[in-house]
């Protein structure tokens, strides 16, 4: 079993920065993607980010040089720095764990709040 726990989020003028941390714990294939989803209000979750372990990343076209993540593999930690935020960033911002070893496996954290005032 694996747990997330994230932290991070908050309310922010636009403009403004953010950065999400996740911590993950527990049996965790070393070769892994963690990544950052986000769910706006009746929308559907999309991926923002995500970094292998190997550390190739990806990020959505709406966040290319506004965000950046990175992870620290030691720690199994992910972070996300969010810099010149838009009120469209708003959202459920999620952790995402995963990886696939004969199966595929994927564990999501509780979520963190991020608002962005107009």
């Known amino acids: 079993q694996v747990q997330q726990v994230e932290s991070g989020g908050g309310l922010v003028q636009a403009g403004g920065s953010l950065r999400l941390s996740c911590a993950a714990s527990?049996?965790?294939?070393?070769?892994?993607?963690m990544g950052w989803y986000r769910q706006a209000p009746g929308k559907q979750r999309e991926l923002v980010a995500s970094v292998t372990s190997g550390g190739s990343t990806n990020y959505a076209d709406s966040v290319k040089g506004r965000f950046t993540i990175s992870r620290d593999n030691a720690a199994n930690t992910v972070y996300l720095q969010m810099n010149s935020l838009k009120p469209e960033d708003t959202g459920v911002y999620y952790c995402n764990t995963g990886w696939y070893n004969l199966a595929w496996y994927d564990y999501w954290g509780q979520g963190t709040q991020v608002t962005v005032s107009s």
């Open positions: 527990g049996t965790i294939f070393s070769r892994n993607v």
